[in-house]
T-cell receptor, first 118, second 113 residues
Framework: DTAVSQTPKYLVTQMGNDKSIKCEQNLGHDTMYWYKQDSKKFLKIMFSYNNKELIINETVPNRFSPKSPDKAHLNLHINSLELGDSAVYFC?????????????????FGPGTRLLVL | AQSVTQLGSHVSVSEGALVLLRCNYSSSVPPYLFWYVQYPNQGLQLLLKYTTGATLVKGINGFEAEFKKSETSFHLTKPSAHMSDAAEYFCAVSYQAGTALIFGKGTTLSVSS
C-alpha cells in the first residue's frame, strides 16, 4: 500500500537519450511535485501540479517536461539527457493547494529515482 | 528571498548523547516548518512539523523541535541518540499549502558507539 511510488528506482542511460520517470500517489491528494536532489544532496523544486494544472515551473531547462494525465499521476520526461542531469529525482504529493492555514501541508515523498547519465 | 540555514553540515554524537540539529529561516512571515530524515538510498520521511498552535512539537523516533519566532529558529533535538538515528536531516519551510518546500542544505548525523 505504497503512498507515493516512482518507477524506475534506478536509471542509467547514455548522454543524448530521452527518458521518462513515472510517479503515482494513492493518497487522494490534489497536488504533486518534482524535486531534484543534486550530488551535494541539495533539494530543489522543479515543478508542481494541482489537479492536473501546472502551478510551479522553476527555472528548469525546456528538455524537462512534466505531464499529469490525472491528479494521481505526475510523470517527468527528459529529452536529450546531459551529464549534469545526473541526480536523484523525488516525486511528492500533498493534500491541497490554498492559503488557509491549518490545511494539510505535509508533502509525502516517493523513494526517488537515481538517474545516472554516462 | 526566503532561505533556510542549517548550521553544521555534519554532526557527530555518541550513542546515548543529546542530539541537537540547528535550523534557522529568514522570513518576516511565520512559515510552516518541517524536519525530514533521509536514510541512505531512500526517500524523505517526515519527522515532525509546525504549522500553528503549540510551539513545541513532538515527532517520530523520539525527536522534537521548538519553534521560536523571536529567533526564527526550529532546532531539532533528541535526548538520547541511537545508532539507527544516523542519517541525513533536512529542515524545510513553506508559506502556503501546496507550494514548494524550501530546503536547507542538510545535516549528516553520525552516531558512534
Amino acid at each position: 500500500d505504497t503512498a507515493v511510488s516512482q518507477t524506475p528506482k534506478y536509471l542509467v542511460t547514455q548522454m543524448g537519450n530521452d527518458k521518462s520517470i513515472k510517479c503515482e500517489q494513492n493518497l487522494g491528494h490534489d497536488t504533486m511535485y518534482w524535486y531534484k536532489q543534486d550530488s551535494k544532496k541539495f533539494l530543489k523544486i522543479m515543478f508542481s501540479y494541482n489537479n492536473k494544472e501546472l502551478i510551479i515551473n522553476e527555472t528548469v531547462p525546456n528538455r524537462f517536461s512534466p505531464k499529469s494525465p490525472d491528479k494521481a499521476h505526475l510523470n517527468l520526461h527528459i529529452n536529450s539527457l546531459e551529464l549534469g542531469d545526473s541526480a536523484v529525482y523525488f516525486c511528492a504529493s500533498s493534500l491541497e493547494h490554498g492559503e488557509r492555514r491549518g490545511a494539510e501541508e505535509t508533502q509525502y515523498f516517493g523513494p526517488g529515482t537515481r538517474l545516472l547519465v554516462l | 528571498a526566503q532561505s533556510v540555514t542549517q548550521l553544521g553540515s555534519h554532526v557527530s554524537v555518541s550513542e546515548g548523547a543529546l542530539v541537537l540539529l540547528r535550523c534557522n529561516y529568514s522570513s518576516s512571515v511565520p512559515p510552516y516548518l518541517f524536519w525530514y530524515v533521509q536514510y541512505p538510498n531512500q526517500g524523505l520521511q517526515l519527522l515532525l512539523k509546525y504549522t500553528t498552535g503549540a510551539t513545541l512539537v513532538k515527532g517520530i523516533n523520539g525527536f522534537e523541535a521548538e519553534f521560536k519566532k523571536s529567533e526564527t529558529s526550529f532546532h531539532l533535538t533528541k535526548p538520547s541518540a541511537h545508532m539507527s538515528d544516523a542519517a541525513e536531516y533536512f529542515c524545510a519551510v513553506s508559506y502556503q499549502a501546496g507550494t514548494a518546500l524550501i530546503f536547507g542544505k542538510g545535516t549528516t548525523l553520525s552516531v558512534s558507539s
